[in-house]
């Protein structure tokens, strides 16, 4: 159904081409949403959106843009897309949008916007921007969600609110670690994910 | 002036911009490899937050509050940002081009910079508090309290990685933990080093 080179616009962000552990871009907000699962999804989707829609409006604007202001009139575009976001989240969602707290409005600063919208957007087709645009936001996501995955589990013993590790382990002596809800911790845990990662992928390095 | 003072000494410590919320994080990684470019940078940010958070505070306080725009913040304070980092570049560029050429691409990226809308942000949020509170910003003072201790403790922490990098250079570290990972992780025990001014009360 989809040519080669548009599946690998799609799908190469999400293990060989990952936008946070190989490009190095959106480590703030990937690293301050993930004391819980939920925070973190919610967060992935967001960003997921935004980048997929502001990657085809760049993409279909990229011809009239002049090349010295192109900065802010991405800019612009994005801080329009995160206002209505916020305002979304707002409205539906008050107390996710309120553990996100700034980090809704970073999204605007999130280098993956900046990054795919000029690397990509400013030189591609809409179509093949809008799946860059989905790729990276998955592989953002993905991330997000299995650092997430282990601060909660380990840190807090549930997974999206529900606790998961059994009362008779408590009893049993078991303690979730303190630790795991530091934000030391999710540096740690993405610094052994790029280490687990580039393991895997080194034949290709 | 004893809350200023206060709010400048905690956002350099236990509020710091790196190991407390992580912001700024895709520069200071990237730019972290000498100690002389991290320096020019984190003083290019300390500059630039200097300028743009207490002209974002009057914005919000004497423009978006009393006129009830604050959904219109975002694009606001991001435009002042780009229009004050453009400002910085060509200063740059003119008085000091060895400076220019070494930050290179992450110059005009202090505009995305997560640091410096962050602390916008941060504001935004902290006029809301009790002016009692420790954290609160009430006044124009406070807001530049609050942009230089920001701006000095991201200085502080890019310049101490960039220390550490030159040192760990001559270290065995496993192949594919070399470069990124291990950084990632040295930052993560410097996060946790710093967490013991979390506690502190002035």
Request: net charge neutral.
């Amino acid at each position: 159904m989809l040519s080669q080179k548009t599946k690998e616009t799609l799908l190469g962000p999400l293990n060989v081409n990952n936008p946070v552990v190989v490009q190095v871009l959106g480590i703030c907000s990937a690293l301050a949403v993930t004391v819980q699962l939920k925070p973190a999804l919610v967060m992935g989707i967001a960003v997921t959106i935004i980048v997929a829609l502001s990657n085809v409006i760049i993409s279909l604007l990229r011809n009239t843009i002049p090349m010295r202001i192109r900065i802010i009139v991405q800019l612009v575009v994005v801080a329009a897309l995160v206002t209505l976001v916020s305002e979304v989240l707002k409205a539906f969602a008050y107390d996710v949008a309120m553990q996100l707290s700034v980090y809704i409005g970073l999204i605007i600063t999130n280098c993956i916007l900046m990054g795919r919208l000029e690397a990509f957007a400013m030189t591609n087709k809409p179509w093949d921007s809008l799946l860059d645009g989905l790729g990276n936001g998955f592989g953002y996501a993905i991330i997000l969600i299995i650092v997430a995955f282990f601060r909660e589990l380990l840190g807090s013993g549930s997974l999206l609110g529900y606790q998961v590790i059994p009362d008779s382990w408590y009893a049993a002596g078991y303690e979730n670690c303190g630790m795991m809800m530091m934000p030391a911790m999710a540096l740690i845990l993405v610094g052994c994910i790029i280490w687990a990662h580039r393991s895997l992928n080194k034949e290709e390095k | 002036m004893e809350h200023a003072i206060s709010l400048f000494v905690r956002s350099i410590f236990a509020d710091n911009m790196i190991f407390a919320f992580f912001l700024g994080m895709c520069s200071y990684l990237a730019v972290s490899k000498t100690v002389k470019t991290s320096a020019g940078l984190g003083v290019a940010v300390t500059f630039v937050l200097l300028i743009t958070l207490p002209v974002n505070y009057l914005l919000q306080v004497y423009v978006l509050n009393p006129l009830g725009l604050g959904y219109l913040s975002f694009i606001l304070f991001i435009a002042v940002i780009a229009a004050i980092v453009q400002l910085v570049e060509m200063i740059v560029e003119k008085y000091s081009p060895s400076l220019y050429a070494s930050l290179g691409i992450f110059l005009p990226l202090i505009a995305v910079n997560c640091a410096i809308m962050g602390g916008s942000l941060f504001m935004q949020q902290r006029i809301l508090l009790d002016p009692e509170n420790v954290k609160a910003i009430a006044g124009i003072g406070d807001a530049f309290a609050y942009a230089l201790g920001s701006g000095i403790g991201w200085f502080m922490a890019i310049v101490c990685l960039a220390g550490i990098r030159e040192k760990m250079e001559y270290n065995d570290v496993p192949k594919p933990l070399q470069g990124l990972g291990i950084t990632f992780i040295t930052v993560g025990l410097m996060a946790m080093a710093f967490m013991c001014f979390s506690g502190l009360n002035i």
